[in-house]
């Protein structure tokens, strides 16, 4: 099967390159995504902070994602869900996890990124339960309705790391601290304000976790400075990488260490015709960022195909 | 069938322990027409060593001649292709190479026990085999028929075909205590289970199992290694087993891909005083680091994960495969090369048991294993491809999953390099709708490994 535009990701990248390309005059059309439904991540981020910059009102990011989803519909943009895309070859072969290959004239990555693990780290200790990333436990709670934990370290202060400090605080947990290697955080100085020191949660620079206790569930951590924290839980907000194992399948240049893809002025990678944008180029710090770069994928991609 | 209640019978003969060695053992006696039962303390069987190794079929070319660790050794490795194919465990000869960086001499005492083993090696250049291999590496002892394959298949299968062939398995049923009237009463935190013989096959726990019964004559001192296992894009830096030359606490630190495609480094060798002592150490890590980064031109960083194992090593200096009382039998310190021995461990015990009880051959056993097949094409895990249908058939097989962890040994769901990021609370949803429980008595592993509590406000 032919299609002149596939866009790999349905999360505010995807969307919102989807719609640019039709703006632009495409009409063959289709967006694959894996999850049940459109929009990403931002289906689990219900605290406000999207959208500024967009659209000069502070929404939730369903509610962002919302008006994305309701344009794709009503423009009748094709989209398949609960289909993963399995490879895509330089010459534009896209097989998806039903089987069907797909003869793209140009595609769209925009798969987002995925967080760092605890492996990734190298944290030594036991591998009890407990043991959550960031966003994980955000789903936990965001999606499903349940309590990952009780008394919490969070190991880093990424933006989600902090997001959740405050949202296991309002929901009864005790929030112990946020301990950060660098001597600075990386989260946005808003989430800081509002996540942690609205709360009183301690944030420890320079600091961080080099042991995990607990044989069954987790039951503390020891700290770089030596101190003992007991605790149930531990949340891992240490980073973001690119979700890039497909890209690489059909030849997409990396820049290693970071996963982040290397592309033109364009959005257009290495491979002819293939375009990325959002966090599967590189992690952005907001949606409204992703937004904007996504369009200008989306008329990159439309440019392309018209030639 | 796997048991929650205690069955009002006695047993021809009750397992202890459903690791390989136990598994492999209650397989191989279901070729006989006896009665069989598997008594696990742990919820899920390879639980134990089994579930953390280098997981090598060892060629058998280091063991020291003539003992029962170099004949059940070299016989296992040559069962391992027919065994792995009926129970449909992944298995492959990557062959292995023991690189030396002093010269030809060195390997002279590996390959003298080769000879004497039976085990066909070569001496080569290693950097005419592998690219990525140091260049300070002299030469190397080849051996092409090691080979790598999925130990908790391995024992997943065992221990399916021995339920599939009507032997019992209990799990999470600890045994506490033995005793002998007319036949043997064990104790366990069920209740009490009847059997006519017993095997213990308890692995680090052997010798507390003797020493229920028996008087304490061997000391089992678990012996800890630590792992590096790797992102599978690096599945072609090397493709064979790569050994340095032994050392006096074990084989030594190695690299190999695994079954899977990952790249593992390890293991360290520690001994302790805990038998469940299974953390990771920063010393233990590095010392793997360090030392693996030898046999490698370059060591690459992409880690996923750590992970440690207990050997089983004991003060015999040998395996333990015995007949200490009348009826009690044991297969104890089965330390390292006992998943390669597994198959041979098993064939050598259950013909012991059955000459024992004098007991014929059963016609209708079935050695292949049974595959389940179910529809789902949606996938859950995305690092590892894994698809809902794949994760049904790990949960309603013949022992099926019931946590977390089961879900990942048996079919790799969360064993990517994500680690479970995305899939494990689709995998715990799946769990709970199949087997009708609330999420949140969704388990990592143990009974107190408790994921969530309970429902946000
Ligand atoms: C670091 C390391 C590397 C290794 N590498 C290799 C290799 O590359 N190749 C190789 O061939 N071998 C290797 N081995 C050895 C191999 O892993 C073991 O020999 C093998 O797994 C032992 O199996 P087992 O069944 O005896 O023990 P286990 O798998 O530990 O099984 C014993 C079982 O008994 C149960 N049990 C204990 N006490 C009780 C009780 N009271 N009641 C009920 N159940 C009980 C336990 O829960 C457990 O499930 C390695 C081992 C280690 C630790």
């Known amino acids: 099967m032919k299609k002149d535009l596939v866009v790999i990701g349905a999360g505010p990248a995807g969307l919102a390159a989807a719609i640019s390309a039709y703006e632009e005059g495409i009409r063959d059309i289709l967006i694959v995504e894996r999850d049940n439904l459109l929009g990403g991540i931002l289906n689990q981020c219900i605290h406000p902070g999207f959208g500024l910059f967009t659209f000069g009102e502070e929404l939730t990011g369903p509610e962002y994602a919302a008006r994305y989803i309701a344009k794709v519909k009503e423009l009748g943009i094709e989209y398949m869900l609960d289909t993963m895309v399995m490879d895509i070859t330089r010459d534009k072969v896209v097989t998806l996890s039903s089987g069907l290959k797909l003869e793209a004239g140009a595609i769209i990555l925009a798969m987002g990124c995925r967080e760092r693990p605890r492996g990734a780290l190298n944290i030594s200790g036991t591998r009890p339960s407990g043991i959550f990333t960031a966003g994980t436990a955000q789903r936990l709670m965001n999606i499903e309705g349940y309590m990952p934990g009780k008394e919490v370290v969070i190991l880093g202060s990424g933006d989600i790391g902090l997001i959740m400090a405050r949202r296991m605080t309002l929901e009864g947990a005790k929030v112990k601290m946020v301990v950060e290697i660098k001597e600075k955080s990386g989260g946005l100085a808003r989430n800081i304000a509002q996540c942690l020191d609205d709360f009183n949660i301690p944030l420890l620079l320079n600091t961080t976790v080099t042991k995990i206790h607990g044989k069954d569930r987790v039951t503390g951590v020891t700290l770089s400075t030596g101190e003992y924290v007991s605790c149930d839980t531990i949340l891992l907000s240490v980073g973001l990488i690119p979700e890039n194992e497909l890209s690489k399948k059909c030849g997409v240049r990396l820049e290693e260490g970071s996963n982040n893809i290397i592309c033109s002025e364009d959005l257009m990678t290495d491979v002819d015709g293939v375009f990325c944008s959002g966090n599967v180029h590189h992690v952005h710090d907001l949606v409204d960022n992703v937004t904007k770069e996504a369009i200008k994928a989306g008329k990159s991609a439309a440019i392309y195909l018209r030639r | 069938m796997r048991r929650d209640a205690l069955e009002n019978r006695i047993y021809d003969v009750a397992v202890i322990g459903a690791g390989v060695i136990g598994s492999a053992i209650a397989r191989e006696l279901c070729r006989y027409d006896l009665s069989v039962c598997i008594i696990e303390k742990n919820v899920d069987v390879c639980e134990g060593t089994s579930k953390a190794n280098s997981a090598i079929v060892h060629g058998g070319f280091d063991a020291k001649p003539g003992t029962m660790k170099a004949k059940m050794n070299v016989i296992g490795n040559r069962m391992m292709d ?198 990771t150490t920063d010393e233990g890590l590095a010392y793997v680091l360090n030392t693996a980064s030898k046999s490698l031109k370059d060591m690459p960083s992409m880690v996923i994960t750590s992970f440690a194992g207990l050997r089983a090593h004991g003060d015999t200096g040998d395996f333990v495969l015995d007949m200490p009382a009348c009826g009690f039998f044991e297969a104890a310190c089965i330390e390292s090369p006992g998943l390669t021995s597994a198959p041979a461990i098993g064939e050598y015990m259950a013909g012991m048991v059955a000459g024992y009880l004098g007991a014929d051959l059963d016609p209708s056993f079935n050695p292949v294993r049974k595959k389940r097949v179910l529809d789902g094409d949606r996938i859950i895990c995305r690092c590892e491809s894994v698809t809902e249908g794949e994760i049904l058939a790990a949960i309603h097989s013949t022992i099926g999953a019931r946590t977390l962890d089961g879900v990942k040994r048996r079919v790799r769901a969360g064993s990517g390099r994500c680690q479970g990021g995305f899939c494990s609370i689709k995998v715990m949803e799946i769990l709970a709708r199949e087997l009708d429980v609330p999420f949140e008595d969704i388990r990592k592993n143990t009974l107190d490994s408790v994921i969530v509590f309970g429902k946000t406000k």
């Open chain 2, 82 to 279: 027919k065994v792995c194919e009926e129970l449909d465990v992944p298995f492959k000869r990557n062959g292995a190479m023991v690189i030396s960086f002093e010269g030809e001499d060195s390997l002279s005492e590996l390959v003298a026990r080769a000879k004497a083993n039976g085990v066909e090696v070569e001496i080569v250049d290693p950097k005419d085999y592998e690219e990525n291999i140091s260049s300070d590496a002299k030469c190397a002892l080849l051996c092409k028929s090691s080979g790598i394959v999925c130990p908790f298949e391995l024992t997943l299968g065992y221990a399916e075909n021995a339920v599939e062939n009507g032997a019992d398995i209990y799990l999470n049923t600890p045994v506490l205590g033995i005793k002998k009237d007319e036949n043997f009463t064990i104790h366990t935190s069920k209740g009490n289970i009847q059997a006519r013989c017993i095997v213990n096959a308890a692995g680090v726990y052997a010798d507390a199992i003797h020493d229920m019964y028996l008087s304490h004559s061997y000391t089992i001192t678990p012996r800890k290694g630590e792992y590096l296992l790797y992102d599978r894009d690096l599945k072609d830096l090397v493709s064979h087993t790569i050994f340095q030359l032994p050392g006096k606490m074990g084989k030594g630190v190695l690299v190999t891909p695994t079954i899977h495609g990952n790249l593992l480094a390890g293991p360290s060798a520690d001994d302790l005083l805990e038998k469940d002592d299974l953390e």
